[in-house]
């Protein structure tokens, strides 16, 4: 099969390797019907996750098709059409007994595309199939499932849950590529009064007003000041860190009132200076963490129903095999106006026509 291999920081490679077998009563083999590219992708390629070692097949967001799967599965077979996780869970283990599988003990957590070889190829072997893939509804296409490997349970449960966003507040959101707009999109299921989002694309601020945000700037040096005074004086109640750079967590720390939450959802390569000296006494609330995707079946039923959608997040389609293309396209967004790249198998295309 041919795959998206990591050589490196800076370097990768779509070529021929071997294909994946059963390695575990537990695995499935599953063929790749749509996938995409995250931005964790890029940190990766910029040598910022150096857990990451070269020859590793690259992504972990795929919807797909069950071709086998080891003894040990029961919930799905061969021909199911699955929703492919980014995180694994063994289902065993002390976290994931409490619904923290990002933190699986048992070899799951975020494997794909990290640990183990991942979705950005023909084939994938998942592990743990059982509690790693969701069977997709008739009803829910390929391109829209893909939502929900990553980006939908990502900005819900480590930006708008942990950043407990509730009925009437004022929520800043840092960044508006893909998981920033998602968090616009999750953080309205909750009411806020207002939705304001930071980015200093233009094209992207737009998106956010598209896709739901009430106001979107730029990173202008008075924004701080325009915030307060949009919120009285006070500052949001929420600011979701969407991008993964130092200056836009402090961005975070700076518009946030007292008492307020800050919910770091992007992925950091470099050292951040936390201001200690002048958070102590605001009593903010700062939270991390990694998706632990407990809440992909409550989103998957909420997209089956047509209670959760993102039109438009999508911009650029390619065949499988024009992942290179797709990775020049998404690592230069500002030029290109990508939001989220989707890359189709033939056998794919044939079906949604």
């Not at 020859?55 to 599965?73: F, N, Q």
């Not at 950005?120 to 829910?140: C, H, I």
Request: charged share 20%.
């Amino acid at each position: 099969m041919k795959a998206l291999v990591y050589n490196g920081p800076g370097q990768r490679s779509w070529h021929e390797v071997p294909d994946p077998v059963l390695q575990d009563p537990e695995d499935a083999i599953v063929r790749v019907d749509a996938v995409t590219i995250c931005g964790t992708d890029l940190h990766i390629l910029k040598g910022d996750v150096p857990t990451v070692t070269p020859g590793r097949i690259l992504g972990h967001e795929a919807v797909g098709t069950i071709l086998s799967v080891g003894d040990g599965v029961r919930g799905v077979q061969a021909g199911d059409r699955v929703l492919i996780s980014c995180i694994s869970s063994c289902g065993r283990c002390e976290y994931c007994r409490k619904g923290r599988y990002g933190q699986c003990l048992g070899g799951g957590g975020w494997i794909l595309g990290h640990l183990i070889d991942g979705t950005q190829a023909e084939l994938v072997r998942v592990p743990f199939a059982d509690r790693s893939v969701y069977k997709l509804p008739a009803n829910v296409s390929n391109e829209t499932a893909l939502l929900l490997a990553d980006i939908l349970p990502t900005s819900y449960e480590v930006g708008t849950l942990a950043g407990q966003v509730t009925p009437g507040d004022t929520v800043v959101i840092v960044g508006a590529g893909p998981i920033g707009l998602a968090a616009v999109t999750t953080s309205k299921l909750y009411s806020p009064s207002s939705v304001i989002v930071v980015d200093s694309a233009v094209a992207r601020q737009k998106a956010a007003l598209d896709h739901g945000a009430d106001m979107a700037f730029g990173p202008a040096d008075d924004l701080v000041e325009t915030i307060k005074e949009l919120t009285g004086g006070m500052g949001a109640d929420v600011a979701i860190e969407a991008v993964g750079v130092p200056e836009t967590f402090e961005l975070c720390t700076k518009v946030i009132r007292p008492g307020g939450r800050v919910a770091n959802v992007g992925v950091h390569g470099a050292p951040v200076t936390l201001h200690l000296e002048e958070l102590w006494i605001k009593d903010v609330t700062i939270t991390t963490g990694l998706v632990d995707t407990w809440t992909t079946p409550r989103l998957l039923s909420m997209v089956a129903a047509g209670r959760l959608s993102m039109p438009g997040l999508i911009t650029h389609r390619f065949g499988l095999d024009e992942m290179q293309d797709a990775y020049d396209i998404f690592s230069r967004a500002g030029e290109t106006g990508a939001l989220k790249v989707a890359l189709f198998s033939d056998e794919s295309k044939e079906l949604e026509g």
